[in-house]
């Protein structure tokens, strides 16, 4: 008897181990993959980066905001991570990207330990002449599964195709709410995505 449960809690144990390993290795596997560049790489605000994805023969391109709180002093608990990939490796500046993505991702990431206005599930994007692009609603943008084990779970995905984003980056000013904060892009923010399009050739 006493052998069985000692068989029994090892099971168990073994179980445990098993499912915690399983579950380490999946979000591991998730985080690397094109889409996760700014995980895997230091990416300081206003840069924009390329990595070289052998695996999927693919590079990705991309670059980071943090937007500004509107009608406040500083920035919200969060980050715009903007991304798209092209074929081969066009990693920058050695090689240029030849044809520009058909879409471009738009991640918002919150701070780790950010505390979201309730409700979050909010991105939506004002141009200058007034233009609403809300994501949700147009149903281009999602809730996703954290990409890094200290992220938060409250990520927003955005898929946008390549004219409305380059309409957004010609746009002179850019407002909006995203994760539930009233924010804003300053003029360093919107050259940011100014570089980041003339990289992946959707701007001369």
């Known amino acids: 008897m006493w052998q069985i449960g000692l068989t029994h809690r090892r099971l168990v144990t073994l179980a445990v181990a098993v499912t915690v390993a399983l579950s380490a290795t999946t979000t591991r596997s ?57 074929p081969g490796n066009k990693t920058l500046p050695s090689a240029q990207v030849l044809h520009p993505p058909q879409e471009i991702m738009v991640l918002a990431q919150p701070d780790p330990l950010a505390v ?45 195709d390549s004219d ?16 539930g904060f009233n924010c804003f892009l300053d003029q360093a923010d919107r050259g940011a995505l100014v570089e980041f399009a003339r990289a992946i050739k959707l701007l001369e």
């Not at 995980?39 to 391109?61: A, C, G, I, M, N």
């Not at 409305?164 to 994760?179: D, M, N, P, Q, Y």
């Open 116 to 160: 979201l206005p309730i409700p979050s599930l909010s991105f939506v994007l004002i141009t200058d002449t007034g233009e609403r692009f809300d994501l949700i609603e147009r149903g281009v943008a999602s809730r996703v599964l954290p990409p890094c084990d200290t992220c938060s779970v409250e990520a927003i995905l955005a898929r946008l």
């Open 30 to 86: 998730w985080a690397q993959a094109p889409g996760s560049g700014w995980v895997l790489v230091p990416t300081p605000e206003r840069t924009v980066k390329s990595l070289y994805w052998q695996l999927f023969d693919v590079t990705e391109v991309w670059t980071r905001i943090v937007p500004h709180i509107e009608n406040g002093a500083g920035t919200i608990p969060a980050s715009l991570i903007v991304y798209a990939t092209v």
């Open 164 to 179: 409305t984003f380059r309409t957004l980056v010609k746009s002179k000013t850019i407002t909006g709410k995203v994760l």
